[in-house]
C-alpha cells in the first residue's frame, strides 16, 4: 500500500482507503499529522520512513470504516476531520 500512497501524494490524486478498524496503519502518521518540508520555491515534501517525497497540493486522503462507533486515538482524531454519515429519522428532525 506504501507504493500506492506515495504515488497519490507525488501526483495529487486522491486516495482512499475503506473499511478500516481503529488502529490505523503507522506509516500514515505522516500523511495524517502533515508535516510539510519546504524545498524551494514553491515546492513542498513530505518525510515518510527515510526519504522524502514531492507533495502535491491537491492530494486528498479519505479514509471511510464501517464501524458505527468507532474511537480513534487522539493522535488521529486531532489531524483528521470525522464526519458520520449514520442519520436517523430523530436526528434528521432535531
Known amino acids: 500500500m506504501s507504493k500506492q500512497v506515495e504515488n497519490c ?3 495529487g490524486r486522491p ?11 503507522p506509516s500514515l502518521g505522516p500523511v495524517l ?3 510539510l ?9 513530505l518525510r515518510m520512513g ?6 502535491d497540493m491537491e492530494f486528498r486522503m479519505y479514509i ?4 458505527t ?3 480513534y ?10 464526519i458520520n454519515f449514520t442519520v436517523t429519522v430523530l436526528g434528521l428532525e432535531e
Open 73 to 82: 486515538l487522539p493522535d488521529v482524531t486531532i489531524n483528521t476531520t470525522l
Open 69 to 71: 462507533n468507532p474511537h
Open 33 to 35: 499529522a502533515k508535516n
Open 37 to 45: 518540508i519546504v524545498q524551494g520555491a514553491g515546492r513542498y515534501a
Open 9 to 11: 501524494i507525488k501526483n
Open 15 to 25: 486516495l482512499l482507503i475503506e473499511d478500516i478498524q481503529e488502529a490505523l496503519d
Open 64 to 67: 471511510t470504516t464501517k464501524m
Open 50 to 55: 527515510n526519504q522524502d517525497i514531492d507533495y
